[in-house]
């Protein structure tokens, strides 16, 4: 996504683009694909935005797909503690100043309004400490709502990860009020929302693409790239060519020498089951409690569960996990009595980079000590987690130093 975001903007500010692909599909972990074991399409891993994502929704205006992302008209979020078999749907009020949390019918089960003060914390942690830390790491409060939201955000257990790396998305969605964290969901697909229309979007504008085409090495000179080396052929960067790098840490690392890049990554786990409802739009139910599951998302016949922080899952095998994960998820989705449904389980075992302090201090900046070298991806240095907004954010900063770069007499 940090690849197609500055591809997009580099070409809305009407720059020649040539976009190389590593992969045979554009759009990273973002997209989808036709699963055959279910029989339609899924998501590769599910993602989530607030409505207070401003970069996510921009580049969705941008390339024209705004439209097509779902969500409720008001901020609500339903969740469900597998423990105590407790559902509630947290509902905060309109406007900015959350009055909500005075009325007891409104908040999180077991909490008082005094328990969420203490997320202002954040905004005052210390680069060295963890989101456990900060807010406590327990009470109802925190079992019930921060540490899935923060899990789902940061993909690292909060014991380490860092606190101060969460504060910037609560600043710019809890922190604006109730109309900048209402959750959209993809309607149909990643793809059909964030790929298919910047693919659309960059042929319009006579960008060139080309998929499955790995860069093997970059050749310097006088500091500076001055060639991309490919498998089959070595293309030279003129003077006036820019190279943006959008690739994965360790893969940045071998590129581009003496960069320091995180080093450590976390998983994450996506079990798609194909249910015997469907649903006419898109939602998405918090669970608690459960010793796997952490959210789902239900869309049309498809109930996909995420759980973040996955590493200890990783050499499980894949029947095994889908069996545990379905004797949760049963009884909160309606469907008990209901055989297990046929089910795929898609694990990304380097989905982000270790958010954990001192990793963070280990993300590059936007530009590097070589003239026309730029790096993008949601573990550079943007100031947010790796998120699809952190890598849209990653896109947008490296398109603007390229455009500012190319300003300069």
Same mark, same amino acid.
């Given at each position: 996504?940090?690849?197609?975001?500055?591809?997009?903007?580099?070409?809305?500010?009407?720059?020649?683009?040539?976009?190389?692909?590593?992969?045979?599909?554009?759009?990273?972990?973002?997209?989808?694909?036709?699963?055959?074991?279910?029989?339609?399409?899924?998501?590769?891993?599910?993602?989530?935005?607030?409505?207070?994502?401003?970069?996510?929704? *921009?580049?969705?205006?941008?390339?024209?797909?705004?439209?097509?992302?779902?969500?409720? *008209?008001?901020?609500?979020?339903?969740?469900? *503690?597998?423990?105590?078999?407790?559902?509630?749907?947290?509902?905060?009020?309109?406007?900015?100043?959350?009055?909500?949390?005075?009325?007891?019918?409104?908040?999180?089960?077991?909490?008082?309004?005094?328990?969420?003060?203490?997320?202002?914390?954040?905004?005052?942690?210390?680069?060295?400490?963890?989101?456990?830390?900060?807010?406590?790491?327990?009470?109802?409060?925190?079992?019930? #709502?921060?540490?899935?939201?923060?899990?789902?955000?940061?993909?690292?257990?909060?014991?380490?990860?860092?606190?101060?790396?969460?504060?910037?998305?609560?600043?710019?969605?809890?922190?604006?009020?109730?109309?900048?964290?209402?959750?959209?969901?993809?309607?149909?697909?990643?793809?059909?929302?964030?790929?298919?229309?910047?693919?659309? #979007?960059?042929?319009?504008?006579?960008?060139?693409?080309?998929?499955?085409?790995?860069?093997?090495?970059?050749?310097?000179?006088?500091?500076?790239?001055?060639?991309?080396?490919?498998?089959?052929?070595?293309?030279?960067?003129?003077?006036?060519?820019?190279?943006?790098?959008?690739?994965?840490?360790?893969?940045?690392?071998?590129?581009?020498?003496?960069?320091?890049?995180?080093?450590?990554?976390?998983?994450?786990?996506?079990?798609?089951?194909?249910?015997?409802?469907?649903?006419?739009?898109?939602?998405?139910?918090?669970?608690?409690?459960?010793?796997?599951?952490?959210?789902?998302f239900l869309r049309r016949d498809v109930a996909s569960v995420t759980i973040s922080a996955a590493d200890h899952l990783n050499d499980r095998p894949a029947d095994e996990i889908g069996t545990a994960i379905w004797a949760e998820i049963a009884r909160p989705l309606g469907m008990e009595r209901d055989p297990i449904p046929p089910f795929r389980i898609v694990k990304e075992k380097r989905a982000t980079f270790a958010q954990t302090p001192e990793q963070i201090a280990r993300r590059a900046t936007t530009r590097t000590g070589r003239k026309?070298?730029?790096?993008?991806?949601?573990?550079?240095?943007?100031?947010?987690?790796?998120?699809?907004?952190?890598?849209?954010?990653?896109?947008?900063?490296?398109? *603007?130093?390229?455009?500012?770069?190319?300003?300069?007499?």
């Amino acid at each position: 996504m940090a690849g197609l975001a500055c591809a997009v903007y580099l070409a809305r500010a009407g720059k020649q683009v040539s976009l190389l692909e590593s992969a045979n599909v554009a759009g990273g972990r973002c997209r989808s694909y036709f699963d055959k074991t279910l029989g339609c399409r899924i998501d590769n891993g599910n993602h989530i935005l607030l409505s207070g994502n401003k970069a996510a929704i *921009d580049y969705l205006s941008v390339i024209g797909a705004a439209h097509t992302l779902s969500g409720p *008209d008001r901020a609500e979020f339903s969740f469900y *503690d597998l423990d105590t078999a407790t559902r509630w749907t947290l509902r905060p009020n309109r406007g900015r100043f959350p009055w909500w949390m005075m009325q007891k019918n409104r908040r999180v089960p077991g909490t008082r309004a005094t328990d969420y003060l203490r997320g202002f914390r954040l905004a005052w942690a210390g680069p060295d400490q963890t989101v456990a830390e900060v807010l406590g790491g327990e009470g109802a409060l925190y079992r019930r #709502f921060w540490e899935p939201f923060a899990l789902a955000v940061l993909n690292t257990a909060l014991e380490e990860a860092s606190a101060s790396l969460l504060w910037p998305v609560v600043r710019e969605t809890f922190g604006r009020g109730e109309q900048a964290y209402r959750p959209r969901i993809a309607r149909e697909g990643l793809s059909e929302s964030f790929v298919d229309p910047a693919l659309a #979007f960059l042929a319009g504008r006579n960008a060139e693409v080309r998929l499955g085409c790995r860069v093997r090495e970059l050749a310097y000179s006088d500091y500076r790239v001055s060639a991309v080396v490919l498998a089959d052929e070595t293309v030279a960067v003129g003077p006036e060519d820019r190279v943006v790098l959008a690739v994965p840490p360790p893969v940045c690392a071998e590129l581009v020498p003496g960069l320091d890049v995180p080093t450590q990554h976390r998983a994450i786990l996506n079990a798609h089951f194909r249910v015997g409802i469907s649903v006419d739009e898109p939602a998405l139910l918090g669970l608690v409690g459960g010793a796997l599951s952490q959210w789902v998302f239900l869309r049309r016949d498809v109930a996909s569960v995420t759980i973040s922080a996955a590493d200890h899952l990783n050499d499980r095998p894949a029947d095994e996990i889908g069996t545990a994960i379905w004797a949760e998820i049963a009884r909160p989705l309606g469907m008990e009595r209901d055989p297990i449904p046929p089910f795929r389980i898609v694990k990304e075992k380097r989905a982000t980079f270790a958010q954990t302090p001192e990793q963070i201090a280990r993300r590059a900046t936007t530009r590097t000590g070589r003239k026309n070298l730029f790096l993008a991806g949601d573990w550079t240095d943007t100031g947010f987690p790796a998120t699809i907004e952190g890598a849209i954010i990653s896109g947008k900063k490296a398109a *603007d130093a390229v455009i500012s770069l190319s300003e300069i007499p």
